[in-house]
């Protein structure tokens, strides 16, 4: 009885650093090309067809398609604590109270404690946009959104 069948043989074509999607952080890999062999008693004789591309990670051994090398990694959202403490910054910088208010409870703050958090930094004093009504502090001079003079203080 003979045994014959198609079996890859991977050859390495490069290495290099990469976000590796199944450890989630970065990883050594090696592009490899994987070519089909002819295979005779499960032994490769002689190569078969054209060869592929495949990205081995190789701390968790898993391929890839070589488009994995360009995968990012995802972006840690700004944690609570840096958004709050950022507030003032933003405020005085003339970003519009109302957009702060939406960045705080996007991440999860309470519409109230929100308010509260701005109002304590903002103070008394606050100016409008007259066009677009939007609120900002006392120390900015025009709108963010439409350029227009804000009205005084008040």
Known sequence: MIIFGTRHKLKTIDRGEFYCPHCRTKRPYE???ARPYFALYFIPV???GHGSEVIECMTCGTLFAPDALNAAPPQTPP??????NGVGRQLA???PVEFVVRALTGRGLDYDMA???VERELGATRRTCPACNLTYASG???CTECGRALESPR
């Open 79 to 84: 944690d609570l604590a840096a958004l709050i």
């Open 31 to 33: 592009r490899k090309e």
């Open 93 to 95: 910088g003339g970003t």
């Open 115 to 117: 308010r509260a958090i």
């Open 140 to 142: 900015v001079e025009t």
């Open 46 to 48: 002689f190569p078969i």
